[in-house]
């Protein structure tokens, strides 16, 4: 008994000894030199896990109503058209797309009218290039700056024209706005061609000047040409009749609004003039002049000076949505010119023209069909007089491109075209752009014999038009012919 007490008190002595010695170490990590949170645990003992009272659910109250169920809809594919089906990553649409509009049907047989774009863009692309550097370096404005005077208002324009025919020549334009009223212009100017031929003229413009809104411009101006095409009269003339006259003439003109500025598709001018032309053998290193006693017969006003008055009325019907770029519209011109000499000479005429132009959309992008029907024809303003060289109806190229100018001149036009527009480029967001053009034209003339569709003048070809929306600021032309090519270039833009 008493050893077995002997070994409890040793043993409860022990088990003191090893308690005492754990809690006091010092260093250790719970010692109190340490500062250690009484609340954390010690390192190695093991924290109990505490229980959760249990959570209640809310009840809600008596005036709260219940929330409705939603009845779900049976499983399988939703309602209505099936979804598109998901593209591969390496197949999914460009977010820069273009919308096409579907009203254009883009139908084989329309395709094959795109195919000229490509032969066009190689073709001019020395002009394409020029007018990128134009818009890179900003060189429109920076001779804008250079050509204009602020302070008095003035501005400078370049004239520019070349043709296989007439040879290169270039000029200037100076105005003036705001002489009498901020709705006033005065602009001079000329042109020389490298043959020496010149032409110099003034002009003066005042919108709203008479009431209605109707303006005021008139003309001054003197031209000598030296080398004006002439092949005689009539529809049988073949290139070898080619001679050239001289041509001396000065003039001024009146024009006045017949409406107002109140009226869009409707409008028309007044004109009045007096004019004065001398027509004598003209000089050229490549073709005969014209004489007296050729088989080529001089025209009526040879070798005389004439002193002409004329008298013009002109009518427009316009629906165009844009004068410069159209789209789409109709526009009509119809006119009547009096022509008398008044000093003695029995010449005298009335012209008398129309035409009509229809652009139609045919495809997206501002792509457009122009077709145009015209006319002219030269009638008598008195018995017996003969009529003046500038009255006669004429096919050359301004209606018939592949041909030389002044080609030819009789009693009787008509003329048909068809061209292709479409756009090849956009200056910045200015409205202002760069148009290439594909066309077809043919046309008769007679008078001194019958009407008749053989031989048909014809001639085909392209070019490109700088035009803003309110204006044409230059056309380059090469059409073909059978007699040949034609190429044409003029420039007349406001810098």
Request: aromatic share 4%; no cysteine.
């Given at each position: 008994m008493r050893g077995l007490l002997s070994i409890a008190l040793v043993f409860a002595f022990v088990l003191a000894s090893t308690g005492a010695s754990a809690q006091h170490a010092p260093g250790a990590p719970d010692s109190p030199g340490e500062h250690r949170d009484p609340t954390k645990p010690s390192p190695g003992a093991t924290i109990p896990e505490r229980a959760e009272p249990p959570v209640e659910a809310p009840v809600p109250p008596d005036d709260i109503p219940p929330i409705p169920v939603v009845p779900q809809p049976p499983p399988g594919p939703p309602p209505g058209p099936p979804p598109k089906p998901r593209l591969p990553i390496t197949q999914l649409e460009s977010t820069t797309s273009i919308t096409f509009d579907h009203r254009y049907h883009f139908d084989w047989h329309w395709q094959i009218l795109m195919l000229p774009e490509r032969v066009l863009e190689l073709a001019f692309l020395p002009i394409s290039l020029l007018v990128g550097a134009v818009d890179r370096y900003r060189l429109d404005r920076?001779?804008?700056?250079?050509?204009?005077?602020?302070?008095?208002?003035?501005?400078?324009?370049?004239?520019?024209?070349?043709?296989?025919?007439?040879?290169?020549?270039?000029?200037?334009?100076?105005?003036?706005?705001?002489?009498?009223?901020w709705r006033s212009q005065l602009r001079a100017g000329g042109i020389v061609r490298f043959d020496l031929d010149w032409q110099a003229e003034l002009e003066y413009q005042h919108a709203l000047l008479f009431p209605g809104g109707r303006g005021l411009r008139t003309r001054a101006y003197i031209e000598r040409d030296k080398n004006q095409r002439f092949y005689g009269i009539g529809s049988a003339t073949v290139e070898s009749d080619r001679r050239v006259l001289e041509v001396y003439e000065q003039g001024a003109l009146l024009e006045v609004d017949l409406q107002g500025i109140d009226s869009f598709a409707t409008s028309g001018v007044a004109q009045l003039g007096l004019r004065r032309q001398h027509l004598t053998p003209g000089v050229s290193t490549m073709?005969?002049?014209?004489?007296?006693?050729?088989?080529?017969?001089?025209?009526?006003?040879?070798?005389?000076?004439?002193?002409?008055?004329?008298?013009?009325?002109?009518?427009?019907?316009?629906?165009?949505?844009?004068?410069?770029?159209?789209?789409?519209?109709?526009?009509?011109?119809?006119?009547?010119?009096?022509?008398?000499?008044?000093?003695?000479?029995?010449?005298?005429?009335?012209?008398?023209?129309?035409?009509?132009?229809?652009?139609?959309?045919?495809?997206?992008?501002?792509?457009?069909?122009?077709?145009?029907l015209a006319g002219a024809a030269a009638l008598p303003l008195f018995p017996g007089d003969d009529k003046p060289l500038d009255s006669l109806a004429m096919l050359d190229r301004t209606n018939l491109r592949g041909y030389d100018r002044e080609r030819f001149r009789d009693l009787y036009a008509i003329v048909a075209s068809a061209e292709y527009r479409f756009p090849i480029y956009e200056y910045l967001q200015s409205r202002i752009g760069l148009d290439a053009f594909t066309f077809f034209d043919a046309g008769t003339i007679w008078g001194r014999e019958s009407f008749s569709i053989d031989p048909l003048r014809y001639s085909l070809g392209g070019g490109i038009r700088g035009a803003a929306e309110t204006k044409l600021i230059f056309q380059t032309t090469l059409g073909w012919s059978p007699e040949g090519l034609q190429f044409n270039i003029g420039v007349e833009s406001v810098l």
């Open positions: 920076r001779l804008g700056a250079l050509l204009s005077v602020d302070n008095i208002g003035v501005k400078i324009s370049p004239r520019f024209k070349f043709s296989l025919g007439d040879g290169a020549g270039a000029g200037l334009w100076i105005k003036r706005t705001g002489l009498i009223s073709d005969p002049s014209v004489m007296i006693g050729d088989t080529v017969a001089p025209p009526p006003g040879f070798d005389i000076t004439a002193t002409y008055v004329d008298a013009r009325l002109v009518g427009r019907y316009d629906t165009r949505d844009t004068n410069g770029r159209p789209t789409r519209g109709i526009s009509l011109e119809g006119s009547a010119l009096g022509r008398t000499d008044v000093t003695g000479k029995d010449l005298s005429a009335t012209t008398l023209t129309a035409a009509a132009r229809l652009h139609l959309p045919i495809l997206r992008e501002h792509r457009v069909l122009v077709l145009t």
